[in-house]
């Protein structure tokens, strides 16, 4: 989405949904311990003692009492809350404990997430809960081969002895082996369009999770095709492309329900919960949840909110200079994890190597972007999480949600684009109540602009950060002609190795302009 386009859809918070002018403001909500959470199944508090939770944060609190007991679930649930406060249990916990009370084998639970890096984090939640009570977690995010997850989440009937499972043979009984779903739209929509036994028909929970960033993208229209698949089925309303797969005798009859509060809704319904950092305000884009009674919580009166324990600080310097201050940042923390942010996946590339040649600073940094494939993207991340490496160079598109204990610094190498932007890369720290920083490195016609970004997000202090001028000589000693001759030698090979066509030509326009400084200059901010 332009520039823009982000920010007259932001401005459309004046035409803010009725709904949304009365929500439950979760800063007023007290943590809850675990002994005095009411209703908690003593199996749920065993295993999230194992996780090493205690209590609940208050979102956690809130949306429990709107979930568990008398009229639990009634109305459809809408959080906006900060980054790193625990959104995932909020929702995982109220489920896992309804679903169990009831244990019939079915996909009752559907959680979809925009990434699968995101999914697998997600799934994670769950699996370190659900077990407990005897319930079973899939995923459906292209991790495996489609075969394989199919044998997951499909269970195939028991046959006697020398008779062999037909996949044509609508006759046997298909069913879940799973009770909740986490998926990426992709993976979902290819195994509700082809997958044997795969059904939505028993679906009695949606979570959106990152709604504003689900909602931006179609998706292979996910999203209608699940909420017309947990329409009323009794009227006709699966058209014949979507007629649920399974066979087994369990069934699910959704009626036209005339109850009050329910008029022409299916019943049981759908129950959603939608939750972001940034959920979006736009009517036009929440209409297409469809939601029902929704009830909103946020937290505090402001639109956007930063972590408590974060702090903001800045850098102001040349933009030639850049490499030199944020090495100079990456030196002062010997071994504390960090996240540095840029505005594109070539620059994620080409910052990631220039950082891997200063090597007397002794920097382990990996790429993370949609460059990458998966695979690879999925081994990174897993040993940034194991503290393998120290440095992870991002892109935006995927780091939404991400959950890394010990990230203790996010630094923004390109200023963040939106409000928006900067929230959720600075969520990558100060979570769970942890203490964090966000550092931004601005050239001097940023300054003004980025004031602006501060007050969308509800920051009022954003001091400059009192960089050694010590370390910076000393890393200016190394950042000569002649260290520039060479990277700029080896960023040439490597360009021209690994960068599609457009990456190439660009470095050799570069390689034409005479003198090295320009051209290294030219090649550093470009990152
Ligand atoms: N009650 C709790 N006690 C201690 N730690 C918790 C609790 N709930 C969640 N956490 C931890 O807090 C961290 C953040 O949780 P989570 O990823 O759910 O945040 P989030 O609100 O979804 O963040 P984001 O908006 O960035 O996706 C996780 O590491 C999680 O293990």
């Not at 030199?324 to 996240?339: F, H, T």
């Not at 700029?488 to 090979?493: F, N, V």
């Amino acid at each position: 989405m332009g520039r823009d386009k982000e920010d007259a859809a932001e401005r459309e918070i004046d035409s803010v949904v009725p709904w949304m002018r009365a929500p439950i403001d979760v800063s007023n909500v007290e943590t809850c311990a675990l002994e005095t959470l009411p209703c908690l199944n003593p199996r749920l508090k065993k295993a999230l003692e194992e996780m090493g939770i205690s209590s609940l944060f208050p979102v956690q609190v809130s949306v429990w009492h709107e979930t568990i007991g008398p009229g639990g679930f009634e109305r459809d649930i809408c959080v906006n809350s900060p980054t790193g406060s625990g959104k995932t249990l909020s929702y995982a916990l109220p489920i896992v404990q309804i679903l169990a009370s009831r244990p019939v084998r079915c996909l009752r639970a559907l959680v979809v997430l925009p990434t699968r890096d995101l999914a697998l984090q997600v799934k994670d939640v769950f699996d370190a809960i659900a077990p407990a009570v005897g319930l079973t977690v899939g995923s459906a995010v292209g991790q495996s081969s489609i075969a394989g997850e199919i044998s997951q989440l499909i269970k195939t009937p028991k046959l006697d002895a020398g008779i062999c499972f037909d996949p044509d043979d609508l006759s046997q009984n298909l069913e879940s082996a799973v009770d909740i779903l986490v998926a990426t739209p992709g993976r979902l929509m290819d195994h509700i369009n082809n997958t044997k036994g795969f059904t939505l028909e028993h679906l009695r929970y949606l979570v959106v999770d990152e709604t504003d960033r689900l909602l931006r993208e179609a998706y292979q229209s996910w999203l209608p095709t699940v909420l017309q698949l947990t329409q009323a089925s009794d009227d006709g309303l699966f058209p014949t492309a979507f007629v649920p797969s399974a066979f087994g005798a369990l069934q699910t009859v959704r009626r036209q329900s005339v109850e009050r509060g329910f008029k022409g809704k299916p019943y049981p319904r759908l129950v959603k919960m939608v939750l972001s950092a940034t959920l979006t305000q736009n009517p036009s884009k929440l209409i297409q949840l469809d939601l029902h009674h929704p009830l909103f919580m946020t937290t505090g009166g402001s639109r956007y909110r930063l972590p408590e324990k974060l702090e903001c600080l800045r850098l102001i310097c040349e933009t030639g200079m850049k490499p030199v201050y944020l090495v100079a940042l990456l030196k002062s923390w010997e071994g504390e994890k960090c996240i540095i942010f840029t505005s594109s996946v070539e620059t994620t590339r080409r910052l990631c190597k220039l950082l891997n040649f200063f090597g007397d600073a002794n920097i382990k940094a990996k790429e993370y972007s949609g460059g990458l494939n998966q695979s690879v993207r999925s081994k990174e991340l897993k040993a940034f999480r194991k503290g393998d490496i120290q440095v992870l160079v991002a892109s935006d598109a995927l780091t939404r949600g991400m959950d890394v204990k010990g990230v203790t610094n996010v630094i923004n190498y390109d200023m963040p684009p939106f409000a928006k932007t900067f929230i959720h890369r600075a969520g990558r720290t100060a979570r769970a109540g942890q203490a964090g920083r966000c550092f931004t490195l601005l050239s001097n016609h940023e300054v003004r602009r980025f004031s602006k970004l501060l007050k969308k997000v509800g920051s009022d202090s954003c001091p400059i950060y009192p960089i050694s001028p010590t370390s910076l000589d000393s890393i200016r000693a190394t950042y000569t002609p002649s260290f520039l001759v060479s990277a700029l030698e080896k960023l040439k090979e490597l360009v021209e190795s690994e960068a599609p066509k457009k990456g190439r030509q660009a470095f050799r326009h570069n390689s034409r302009t005479g003198n090295s400084q320009t051209k290294f200059n030219k090649t550093t901010s470009d990152t």
